[in-house]
């Protein structure tokens, strides 16, 4: 089993940043990849940004430029980061963090608001 602890997330203006981390433990090895989907109100969970075992990344076009994933593998970690700029209303959802192993986790979720 992987559990996973995410944080960060919270209300900031459009044009502002924000910061995600997801921390992954419990049986880690094997994982393939860690990324983050989001879900907005009445619409269903999408992929936001991903990196795999091999740090090769990938984003849905709408956040392409403004968000930057990233992660920390050392000493055996696995946590993901998701940086956030130049936001927008649009961006405003409940962020999941997703790891994929033998079958996929996901985190409880972080609330981002981005006001207009």
């Known amino acids: 089993q992987v559990q996973i602890v995410e944080s960060g997330g919270g209300l900031v203006q459009a044009g502002g940043s924000l910061s995600l981390s997801c921390a992954a433990s419990g049986s880690i090895f094997g994982i393939n990849a860690m990324g983050w989907y989001r879900q907005a109100p009445g619409k269903q969970r999408e992929l936001v940004a991903q990196i795999d075992n091999l740090g090769l990344t990938t984003y849905v076009d709408s956040v392409q430029g403004r968000f930057t994933i990233s992660r920390d593998v050392a000493r055996g970690k696995k946590m993901i980061y998701l940086q956030m700029n130049s936001l927008k209303p649009d961006d405003t959802a409940v962020y999941y963090c997703?790891?994929?192993?033998?079958?996929?986790?996901w985190g409880q979720g972080t609330q981002v608001t981005v006001s207009s």
């Open positions: 997703w790891v994929n192993q033998l079958r996929d986790y």
